[in-house]
């Protein structure tokens, strides 16, 4: 599942409040989306029922996949 790089951010949090990460089609919220695709396409997830949790970061991302 989609998950952020300590080189991204050193907590591990999505970048939410960055605005070029929450931007469609770029970002962050353009690599969530390109992750989920490809778990769809590899293991066969349904791309209708997936969910972005860990603390704030990810109701924040959830927030923005919404938007985007």
Do not use: K, Y
């Amino acid at each position: 599942m989609p998950q952020q790089q300590p080189f991204n951010n050193a907590n591990g949090c999505f970048n939410w409040f960055n605005p070029d990460d929450t931007a469609r089609d770029s970002g962050e919220a353009c690599s969530i989306r390109q992750m989920i695709a490809r778990a769809v396409d590899d293991i066969g997830i349904d791309r209708h029922s997936h969910i972005h949790h860990r603390a704030s970061d990810g109701g924040a991302m959830t927030s923005v996949m919404l938007a985007t």
